[in-house]
Structures are given as C-alpha cells and as structure tokens.
C-alpha cells in the first residue's frame, strides 16, 4: 500500500520542480518580463486575478499570468513567477532557475535550437505605433512609411520586421516595450512595431498614441504570429503535460482572457 502511494505522488508531482516551495511543495517555476502589458505587467498592489512575483512586494499580471495560473493547476503545482529580462529568459530556463518562459515569445527557428515550444496559446497580427498627429498615419503599405524613425525590441521579430519598410531609418533597438513608447512620445523615433493586444493596451494608455493594421502587410510566417511556452530542450514529458493542460484552454476562453487583461490594463 505504502509503495502504491509513493507511486501516486510521483505521478501526481511529475513536471513540478519539488525544491523551491515550502516543505517541497511542488513549484511550477515560470519567467516573465512583467513589462510587455497586455500579455505581462507589473502592478503594486494585490488583486484578485494578479500574482505575486517572486522575492518581491510586486505583483504580476496580465495574459501569461492567467495562463500560467491555469497550467499550474493543471499540473497540481503551486505556481512561483520571476521577473527576468526579456534577454535573459532563455538562459535562465537553460540555467535551470525556471521551468518555463510564458512571456508572449514566439516560436522561431533560432530560439528552437536551444528551447523546445509548446503549440501556440496566441496568435495575432503585427501593426504600426505612432503618434496620433503623425504624418504616417495614414500609411497602408509596406512603402508609405520613408523617411521614418522606426525603433524595435532587442532580438525580437518587431525588430526584423522594420526591414521590410522601405527606406526607412532603422534605429537601434530598445531592450523593452516601456522604453521603445517613451522614444515615441518623446519624438526620438516615430514608429515601432507591436503585435496588436500589445498595442491596443499601449494605445489605451497612452491616448497620444494609435497603430495602423497596413493593407497589405508585412511578410511573416505562422509562426510569427504565434506565441508560444517555451520549455527546456528534451524535456517532453513536462511539454507533453503542459501541452494537455493548454488543450484544455478554447480559444473563446483565450480570447475572452485577452480582452479582459486588456481592459485591466488600461484602468
């Protein structure tokens, strides 16, 4: 009997990291900028839907953090958020400080040669921010935009993306999303590409602010308009689990947790 219960907590545990929590509590160790709203963002003080970030007084909240919230339940871990950089996510996951990045990163080719990804738990369209009395802003075309200060996130698609404009000024990119609006709203640069729930929360809170969709629009992949869990190389058995636990999310229920982060952001 005691051999039959050991057996049920391991596979109760299995895809939990059992160090970290209060007496061995399984964690499910999840990364996170919490600076890329409406997916992630930092509040003070607590709610009911945020979640505290780990080794702080702060709070995290938006997309990723219901979405963490759900899986970990699934899983039957108690969850822990940590506030990494967008450029250190990976080798914290690689470093085994987290079990999983959910910070709105997309599955591309050069990421998968150290991470695997989960299937994808978003899918959205890239748009244009600018200032509502920019001259670009009536731009529809991938051309109509020379002449342009264009500025992206540090190794990020945003970032590749401007090379499509044509003739534009492509300034060296900003390491968050928070320092790339302040170079808008300050004019250092006039435009930046977003996907467009993080524009839309960008704009809902900045109200000098808009983004365009263009008409015909920027060259991408599938999987560049999707964004995925990334997880450590090799670890199946955690993907699998993760994996199961997402399938379980409808993508009504996706979107309905994306509007709400999105109201919730811009109160």
């Not at 020379?146 to 499509?164: H, K, M, R």
């Not at 590409?193 to 991408?220: D, H, R, S, W």
Request: glycine fraction near 6%; charge should be negative.
């Amino acid at each position: 009997i005691l051999m039959m219960l050991l057996l049920v907590i391991v596979m109760f545990t299995t895809g939990c990291n059992t160090t970290g929590g209060q007496d061995n509590t399984p964690t499910f160790i999840v990364g996170m900028e919490c600076g890329y709203a409406p997916f992630n963002w930092t509040e003070n003080e607590k709610t009911d839907t945020n979640y505290p970030i780990y080794g702080t007084n702060l709070y995290a909240e938006g997309y990723d953090v219901q979405i963490a919230k759900i899986i970990a339940e699934q899983l039957g871990c108690k969850l822990v958020i940590k506030a990494i950089e967008w450029g250190g996510l990976i080798s914290a996951l690689e470093s085994n400080q987290i079990d999983a990045i959910i910070a709105g990163m997309s599955d591309t080719e050069d990421r998968r040669v150290n991470v695997d990804f989960t299937a994808p738990y978003y899918r959205s369209t890239h748009v244009l921010v600018m200032a509502k009395d920019s001259k670009y802003v009536n731009g529809k075309t991938l051309n109509d935009f020379e002449g342009a200060n264009v500025v992206g996130q540090t190794d990020t698609l945003y970032d590749s993306l401007i090379d499509q404009l044509t003739n534009v000024n492509h300034l060296t990119p900003l390491e968050d999303v928070p320092t790339i609006i302040t170079s808008i709203t300050s004019k250092r640069a006039d435009i930046t590409i977003l996907e467009e729930p993080v524009a839309k929360g960008v704009v809902e809170t900045n109200p000098l602010l808009t983004y365009i969709k263009l008409e015909q629009g920027f060259n991408v992949s599938e999987e560049d308009v999707c964004v995925a869990i990334a997880l450590r190389k090799g670890d199946t058995e955690l993907n699998e689990k993760v994996s199961t636990a997402l399938s379980q999310i409808t993508e009504d229920q996706r979107a309905k947790l994306m509007d709400e982060a999105i109201e919730r952001n811009a109160e």
